[in-house]
């Protein structure tokens, strides 16, 4: 391809709208252009890109096996309203009616369409286990798209779907699709981590997220270098040290006038912040149930925790007013000295709680606070579980490590759905003595379109995009350094032929720009390698620049195709 004759608007500053650095080199490389808020068209080079991180996945899915199909963007309102989802899946949907005043949506996902396809269709175990996949656009009316391709309204997704007759069945294909995400992003180029999530709308008992690791990401990571255990943040777990034990002492109420936060109790009581427990008020948003969340003094709580522990939709914490309907004031909440039952209050207790002797916690009345409780003779949870947020630092439950911190982009989830939409939908099969059995579903995304916008988080520096070789729009740039120079083009030219020869991508720069102008254009768009045919073209000898290190390697002609394949691999 010549550059003259391809379609390319690269643009010298940022543009205002772009927050993150892949939105800004997207627009700034001429990769995608704004349509509406969150809705991007793709440019030539763009979606060259975009295409090939589609055929890595569409190559990966078939070699583990699953079967490729395309469904429907438009999906009618009642297989949703059949698995329960319609009403749960909130304003994100993007919803319509038809002109008979029929409810449809514009498909973020399709566990529904998939299993109303497959309950036709499939009705004994000897046609199962079968993984069926798509890659698709999918629509989300997102509160406030931003960040580019990282959360937009439209965006390209592959979804696949596992339907089997047992458990092992299930766990089998999870494994495999496991393996096959890893394949993707390691021929993808980028440095990523897997680990435990939090399964959120799309439900099930267990799922596993895979991140692309980047300062700029949304996601908060936990993981252990000494055990590789991994986990989003809203999964996370960690050891606690319980205190030593002590003989227990009689509650005391005691002043503490104006001392409502847990770091200024501690400071005026003298107590340790271990020896003290925080009460913190939420309610479930969908009953109203209130519920009070012991935890200790230094640990935050983890309301997804809290959220799943409850299996509700979401919760809230109390505002002021409904804290003072029910007799309780800000600040000064505990567990001891309330009849929390007879206020219709659920108490959770984090396990950082029940083993603290002698803690300190709110008096339930105004500037007071009690010292020496203890759970088990002062009060008891309706709920004892790991509600606690993990932070830098604290000790794997696996290797007694610290942990350690990160961020990262979470472009792939895979889920185990069980029979979260199998049964709900009737989609049953005949097992061997001839009875209906509910079939066991597992579910596998990846964000084809945001795992592009990734790369860039990941793979950036202060002149534009670098690309690893397998994703890139053109693998090598040919420039002529002086375009009016005969050796230098004809140099080019020949080269240039030579790359296309030997099946490597290569767009030739023959525009009649200054050099300069050439290697920022190539260095924004991020061509793994530059081929400059220069002063030394007549010998023909070309300068071969490796964008990701800098370097620049003089290169006989005739050991240019050979040397970049060789790059290839390393870059």
């Known amino acids: 391809m010549r550059f003259s004759k391809y379609y390319v608007k690269t643009l010298k500053e940022n543009p205002k709208e772009a927050e993150v650095v892949s939105h800004q080199l997207l627009l700034r490389a001429g990769m995608i252009k704004k349509m509406a808020s969150g809705v991007y068209s793709y440019l030539p080079l ?16 078939d070699r583990a096996g699953a079967v490729e199909l395309l469904m429907p963007v438009l999906q009618p309102a009642e297989i949703w309203q059949e698995s329960g989802r319609w009403d749960v899946m909130g304003p994100e949907m993007m919803r319509l009616k038809d002109r008979h005043e029929r409810d449809f949506v514009l498909g973020p996902t399709h566990e529904e369409a998939i299993t109303d396809i497959v309950r036709s269709d499939i009705f004994s175990y000897k046609q ?19 960040f580019g391709l990282m959360r937009g309204r439209e965006f390209l997704m592959k979804d696949a779907y596992s339907f089997g007759v047992t458990r092992e069945d299930l766990d089998k ?8 995400y890893s394949r993707v992003f390691k021929r993808c180029g980028l440095d990523f981590r897997i680990v435990d999530a939090d399964s959120g709308a799309i439900g099930g008992s267990g799922s596993k997220e895979f991140h692309v690791m980047a300062n700029s990401g949304e996601d908060e990571l936990i993981f252990c270098d000494s055990c590789h255990y991994g986990a989003n943040v809203e999964k996370a777990v960690n050891v606690i040290t319980n205190l030593p034990k002590e003989e227990l002492k009689e509650p005391v109420l005691v002043p503490t006038p104006n001392i409502a936060k847990i770091e200024d109790v501690v400071a005026n009581l003298g107590v340790e912040i271990e020896r003290t427990v925080k009460a913190i008020m939420y309610k479930d948003m969908v009953t109203d149930e209130p519920y009070m969340v012991l935890i200790r003094g230094d640990i935050e709580v983890n309301e997804v925790k809290v959220k799943n522990l409850i299996d509700t939709i979401d919760i809230a914490m109390l505002t002021d007013e409904e804290l003072e309907a029910l007799g309780l004031f800000k600040g000064f909440i505990g567990p001891y000295g309330m009849d929390l039952k007879a206020k219709g209050i659920k108490v959770i207790a984090d396990p950082s709680v029940t083993e603290i002797p002698n803690h300190t916690a709110g008096g339930n009345k105004p500037d007071t606070h009690y010292l020496n409780v203890n759970y088990g003779r002062d009060y008891e949870a309706d709920i004892v579980a790991d509600v606690r947020k993990v932070k830098e630092g604290d000790t794997c439950s696996i290797c007694g490590k610290p942990l350690r911190v990160a961020r990262g982009i979470e472009c792939g989830h895979i889920f185990k759905l069980g029979k979260k939409y199998s049964e709900p939908m009737k989609a049953t099969v005949l097992d061997e003595n001839g009875k209906d059995i509910v079939m066991e579903m597992g579910c596998y995304g990846i964000g084809v379109s945001r795992t592009m916008a ?38 080019a030219e020949e080269v240039y032929k030579n790359l296309l020869d030997s099946g490597i991508e290569t767009i030739y720069d023959d525009r009649n720009e200054r050099a300069g102008f ?8 991020g061509f793994p390698f530059k081929v400059v ?28 195709v050979a040397t970049v394949k060789e790059l290839m691999k390393k870059y």
């Open 46 to 61: 763009g979606y060259k890109t975009l295409r090939k991180v589609e055929n890595i996945v569409r190559e990966e899915m």
């Open 128 to 146: 199962l286990p079968i993984n069926l996949y798509q890659i698709q656009t999918k629509f989300r009316d997102e509160r406030r798209p931003r």
């Open 173 to 180: 294909e999870f494994d495999n699709m496991q393996e096959a």
């Open 454 to 491: 990734a790369a860039i988080e990941q793979n950036n520096d202060e002149n534009g995009i670098i690309w690893p070789s397998a994703i890139a729009p053109f693998v090598v740039d040919v420039i002529a350094a002086n375009i009016k120079d005969e050796a230098q083009t004809n140099l």
């Open 518 to 525: 050439k290697f920022k254009d190539a260095d924004l768009i």
């Open 533 to 560: 045919c220069g002063k030394k073209s007549a010998e023909g000898i070309v300068e071969l620049k490796i964008r990701r290190t800098g370097e620049t390697i003089e290169t006989a002609k005739a050991d240019v």
